[in-house]
């Protein structure tokens, strides 16, 4: 089994609906879901909340639910059993892998794997009325970005 964990601050916006739009993507791709997992965390967070409701609208916009999401808190072991993590933040990345040093060589900013530049997604939780637009963003750059993200798994 391939897995992939997206990782944001607080687990309700951005990584829950990356992962549900990269899931999208395996789908569309005809790839066999029963090969992956694909789960979010967060770096800070209370674990078990429901999205917030706006999280909720932003991804049902985009032809994404994320409806049964729970928040979780990252922890060692779901960086052990990921074959691939990605951060929507620089910080996240490079404090994940002071943390944990076992998981350095396979953890990755999303901007930096889609567009080659290093920049944070911010997180809409914060944003002042730019939620909208930057989730349209993040869906469109795990559309545009998803196989360059694919083939980052690695597969021994």
Not at 92 to 112: C, G, H, N, T, V
């Amino acid at each position: 089994m391939h897995t992939i964990l997206f990782v944001c601050t607080g687990n309700q916006y951005r990584s829950p609906i990356a992962a549900e739009a990269f899931r999208n993507q395996l789908f569309q791709d005809g790839i066999d879901e029963a090969e992956w997992r694909v789960s979010s965390a967060g770096t800070w967070t209370a674990p078990g909340q429901d999205p917030p409701d706006e999280a909720l609208e932003l991804a049902h916009s985009h032809g994404l639910a994320i409806d049964g999401h729970k928040t979780r808190m990252l922890t060692a072991n779901m960086l052990a059993e990921s074959d691939l993590i990605v951060t929507m933040e620089e910080g996240q990345k490079e404090s994940i892998k002071a943390e944990f040093p076992f998981a350095r060589d396979k953890i990755y900013l999303l901007s930096q794997v889609v567009e080659g530049i290093v920049y944070d997604i911010p997180d809409p939780a914060t944003a002042n009325g730019e939620a909208h637009n930057i989730i349209g963003d993040l869906v469109s750059m795990i559309q545009v970005g998803y196989m360059k993200i694919y083939s980052l798994v690695k597969t021994d």
